[in-house]
């Protein structure tokens, strides 16, 4: 059944799909209506991607997802998640930096750190504990759906008295029943070894799929994982940012850490100087996007930068066409997940089709973390009533795609009347409930022929390639063996410690034994 996500046909995902809401509305909701918050209901009733997950996640089963759904959906409840606010969390919790979102891997999944050393085991705040995980699980599960999170449980400098193995049952059981499909995977950072058995018996709760994802790392080969911009120097890397509240830190889309001053919109001077950036060397083009300020934030592309494109078949030309789709409450959007983007010019655009599946016109924006790399057009207008609107993204001068890169698609249905021209007026007015939001990362395909065009230098640089490896291979096996040494020693040393005691036990045995007789 490993493979039956797969080999399921899109009918047949629908008619499941149907099948499970059905039979959940039928033989669980009805049975008890006080069991579960309706929020979580009405929303598995109109949202096709969070019922595919849950049965993607249990491989189509249908009698086993409606399981999933019963104890996840429960858990929903118990906690409040859909009115868990920052205020209800004690603030010591946010202020000990022991769990929090930052940076990504290198699939670009967004990390999620637990600092294991900083957990104490109290069983007087087990719950706000639970409620203090669930908050940032669901925080994110809001702002990036269907997004997988990759887990960093960093034991620098932990013991035994920071492992409470009721509260590591909870956090596997958020990932493997209350947020299907939402774990990338598990590092397990420096473990001391005298926590292999308490893990022994952790790798029994996750089950064979997610056991897969548990990856046991130290700081010789974290980067195998995670590269160094995104891990503290500590573990090698490059990354300064520390942990501070207030405020509560927010993912990339709202607030990113940045110290490089606002990105200033473009202008119609803005478009000038990028069509005459075209024509200078790559160097150039570089040197000039050096010299403007830059922050990871969202920015619209603005409208004017269309004038640019000039004609719809040439604009569409040569642009990646999206296979998948994903099934919003506005809007269908196309690809579902991820833009692919390569080395090769006619893989340096992708298309975003957006459908509109209500009776009214739908205002849509798109914007991106790296508004220096890419053009949007149109990044900011309207749909009109069962129609399409192909968006095009494409990178620009010599910029690369990035896997940490992310475009946001914001989307609100517009009431009768509201024309184009309002559009600005619209945004500024319309509730941020009323917003649907549907996030998008990319994907860096290889190129073939950037490969080959490097082959008069490719025997020195495959030959220098392999000799690092096997240099990287055998410092590996050099920590291997010197923990293994250090290990040894300490058992050593406890033998030694043993026997000590052992003789200062016996000879006072015979001390003992010896006053007695005599006495």
Not at 59 to 73: A, N
Not at 423 to 434: D, G, I, M, N
Not at 475 to 499: A, D, F, I, P
Request: with cysteine.
């Amino acid at each position: 059944m490993a493979e039956a996500g797969q080999t399921e046909s899109e009918q047949d995902i629908e008619t499941k799909i149907e099948e499970t809401r059905q039979r959940f509305k039928s033989e669980y909701v009805e049975e008890s209506q006080d069991k579960y918050d309706g929020r979580d209901v009405e929303k598995l009733l109109r949202d096709d991607a969070l019922v595919e997950g849950y049965l993607t996640w249990r491989h189509f089963v249908v009698d086993d997802t409606l399981k999933m759904i019963d104890e996840s959906f429960q858990w929903r409840r118990e906690f409040q998640l859909n009115d868990l606010a920052e205020n209800s969390i004690p603030r010591w919790m946010f202020e000990s930096g022991a769990v929090y979102l930052h940076g990504y891997d290198k699939e670009g999944n967004k990390l999620f750190w637990f600092r294991v050393k900083l957990h104490v085991k109290d069983a007087k705040t087990t719950v706000d504990k639970k409620r203090y995980v669930a908050f940032w699980l669901e925080r994110y599960a809001k702002r990036e759906p269907g997004m997988p999170l990759t887990v960093v449980f960093d034991m620098t400098e932990s013991g035994l008295s920071n492992i409470d193995m009721d509260f590591v049952k909870y956090i596997i059981n958020c990932f493997k029943v209350y947020y299907p499909k939402f774990l990338s995977k598990m590092i397990m950072y420096e473990m001391p070894w005298i926590m292999n058995a308490a893990w022994k018996i952790v790798k029994t709760w996750l089950g064979p799929d997610a056991i897969s994802k548990l990856k046991f790392v130290t700081k010789s080969d974290i980067q195998t994982y995670v590269g160094p911009e995104h891990l503290p120097p500590y573990m090698g890397g490059t990354d300064q940012f520390k942990y501070s509240y207030p405020p509560l830190l927010d993912d990339d889309f709202q607030s990113p850490i940045c110290e490089n001053g606002p990105i200033v919109s473009e202008d119609e001077s803005d478009i000038k100087d990028l069509e005459s950036d075209s024509k200078e060397t790559l160097e150039s083009s570089f040197n000039e996007q050096s010299i403007r300020p830059k922050k990871v934030n969202f920015i619209e592309d603005g409208q004017k930068s269309d004038d640019l494109d000039r004609g719809e078949p040439g604009r569409l030309r040569g642009a990646r066409k999206p296979t998948t789709t994903f099934k919003g409450t506005l809007l269908h959007i196309s690809p579902a997940e991820e833009l692919s983007f390569s080395a090769k010019e006619s893989e340096k655009r992708c298309l975003i089709v957006l459908n509109n599946v209500t009776k009214n016109h739908v205002a849509f924006k798109v914007r991106t973390t790296a508004p220096e790399k890419y053009r949007v057009k149109p990044s900011n207008s309207s749909c009109e009533p069962g129609s399409s609107v192909d968006i095009v993204v494409s990178l620009h001068g010599g910029f690369q795609a990035s896997p940490q890169d992310r475009f946001l698609v914001m989307a609100a249905e517009m009431e009768s009347g509201t024309g184009v021209p309002e559009l600005s007026q619209f945004w500024k007015e319309v509730s941020k409930a009323k917003i649907m939001e549907h996030r998008l990362r990319c994907h860096v395909l290889e190129s073939p022929k950037s490969i080959l065009s490097n082959s008069f230098d490719s025997s020195s640089v495959t030959s220098t390639n392999e000799h690092q490896d096997l240099q990287t291979m055998l410092m590996r096996v050099m920590v291997t063996n010197s923990r293994l040494e250090q290990t040894l020693e300490k058992c050593v040393w406890m033998q030694k410690v043993l026997l000590v005691l052992l003789s200062f036990l016996v000879a006072l045995s015979f001390t003992t034994a010896y006053s007695l007789w005599t006495s």
